[in-house]
Structures are given as C-alpha cells and as structure tokens.
C-alpha cells in the first residue's frame, strides 16, 4: 500500500510538472502575441483626393474619407479578407466630393457600425445621397467635436481635436474649415489626420493646443499652399509628412510648402510618386512598407 501511494504521488508531481511547462509554454505564446501588437495606417492612393485606413492588431477597422472614385473598393479588398464586410468606424472630414465620393460606395457595399462627422449640411446631390445612404445604414452616429476620445484598440485612440463646437445643422459652401482634425494615438507614436483646413485652421490649432506634436501628419489640402503654414509646421514638428495628391489642376502639392517641408528638414512622402503608404507601429517606432 505504501508503495503505490508513493507512486500515485510521483505520477501527481509529474502530471503537476507536466501542466507547469503547458501553462509556462502557453505564457510565453501570449506575450508573444502581445509583444506583436501594432498598428497599421494606410494612406491609399486614391488620385486627387483622401483615403486613409487604421487597423489594430485586433481587427479595428477606421477609414477616414473615401476620395473622389471606386479606387477605395479595390484598396480596401486588398486590405481586407474577403469574407469581411464590416467597418467599425467610418470617418467623413468635410462633404467634398474627393473626400465623400468613395464613401457613398464604402456605405453601399459594406455594414458600417459607427459613423462620425460634422452634420454640417451642403446643398449637393452627393450630400443628399450620403445623408439618405446614412440614414439608412443604422450604424451609430457621432457628430465630431472637441474632447472626443474614440477608442480603438488597447492604447490605441482617435482623439477629435476640430471642429471646437458641433457644426451639425450649419450650412456652408465652402467646407474645407470645416475639416475633423483628429489626432491617432499609439503609446508614443501619433498621427495628425488635418483633412482640407487651411492656414486660418491651423493657426487656431496652435493657438488652442499645448502638445500638438505628432511623428506623421497627413498634410491638409493636398499640400495647397493656402494650408500649412510655418508656426503648425513648426508646432507639430513631424518626422514624417505624407501628401494624398493625385494629377490636378491646381498645382498640388505647391512649391512653396514643399520647400518649407524641406526647410524643416521633414520628410514628405505623396502617393501621387509612391502609390498606397503603409505605415506599421509597434507604439514605440513606426516603420514605412
Ligand atoms: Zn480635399
């Protein structure tokens, strides 16, 4: 009797030893998942226009503006698996039509679960169709205002930084100020999302914000030069600046503001030369595919 106890007791300690190197090995497996955590921004070539799409590691998915044709379908297949056809967020920076176009597609082809935007009202047959289009989506709608705070993953979040007040309800012809300035934060790594605001925008940015500091800004309006002034370039002092241009008429991205990048000595990447720029952060670094 004696002798079986002691080699039920062994069998005990080597079963107990057994499940220690599982859940010691199934640890590890964890915190190499974890260590991978990232994020990925992909600035689409879309021709003279903005497409911007945000994916966590964990699936969130964002796109901010759609640009002016169909190109955003392709981009998002090939970003996407096929099997998905859900966006969590949708993001609409001012209803214009290189901005908004590709969006009245995105809404008719995939199940969108938050939309935000300003609510502001244009009278376009296109912004008639994206108010119809949203109306009947059924997703939850967020009208953009300061001091918002959209969570997209763990230590991951959109924070709203323009329009000051909601514009919902205000009618305008001319949107461009009327631009969602969104700030995307990861750990120690952010990206400012500036829409079409011009110099006028900015310049309130600065006067608004402490910390406006970013590693990558999405240049406003195409690198116009009637955006990006010296004091913002200055006071957010990216690392990085990427241009979402395509071929157009006037003159984007002008001289002027690529020679102040250069004086800044920052470096601007447009998709009209580069395509679709990926840019992958573990929260810490980003690094360009
Ligand atoms: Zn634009």
């Not at 994020?39 to 796109?63: A, C, M, P, Y």
């Not at 205000?170 to 120690?188: C, H, M, P, R, W």
Request: glycine share 6%.
């Amino acid at each position: 009797m004696i002798m079986e106890n002691r080699r039920n007791k062994k069998i005990a300690w080597m079963v107990l030893g057994i499940l220690v190197c599982i859940n010691t090995v199934a640890w590890a497996v964890v915190k190499s998942v974890s260590t991978d955590h990232n994020l990925e921004v992909v600035f689409f070539d879309v021709g003279q226009g903005d497409s911007i799409f945000i994916e966590t590691s964990d699936g969130f998915q964002v796109l901010i503006d759609g640009g002016p044709g169909l190109a955003v379908l392709e981009k998002l297949g090939e970003e996407m698996a096929f099997y998905d056809r859900e966006i969590d967020l949708i993001i609409l920076t001012h209803p214009e039509h290189d901005h908004m176009f590709g969006l009245l597609e995105v809404l008719k082809r995939y199940e969108i679960k938050n939309i935000l935007w300003t609510g502001i009202i244009r009278d376009t047959a296109e912004w008639k169709e994206w108010k119809r289009l949203i109306e009947e989506e059924g997703a939850n709608i967020l009208i953009a205002e300061t001091g918002q705070k959209i969570v997209l993953s763990e230590n991951i979040y959109l924070s709203i930084l323009y329009p000051f007040e909601s514009l919902e309800g205000q009618e305008t012809k001319y949107t461009n100020d009327t631009s969602i300035v969104a700030e995307l934060i990861f750990n120690n790594v952010s990206f400012l999302f500036t829409g079409d605001i011009s110099k006028k925008i900015e310049k309130q940015l600065v006067d608004e914000y402490i910390d406006l500091e970013s590693d990558i800004l999405k240049i406003a309006h195409h690198g116009s030069k009637t955006s990006s002034c010296l004091e913002f370039l200055e006071v957010v002092s990216p690392e990085l600046v990427v241009i979402s241009v395509g071929e157009n008429r006037w003159g984007h991205p002008h001289p002027e503001t690529l020679a102040n990048l250069e004086k800044f000595g920052i470096q601007v990447l447009t998709t009209r030369n580069y395509g679709d720029i990926k840019i992958v952060s573990n929260g810490n670094s980003f690094n360009i595919k």
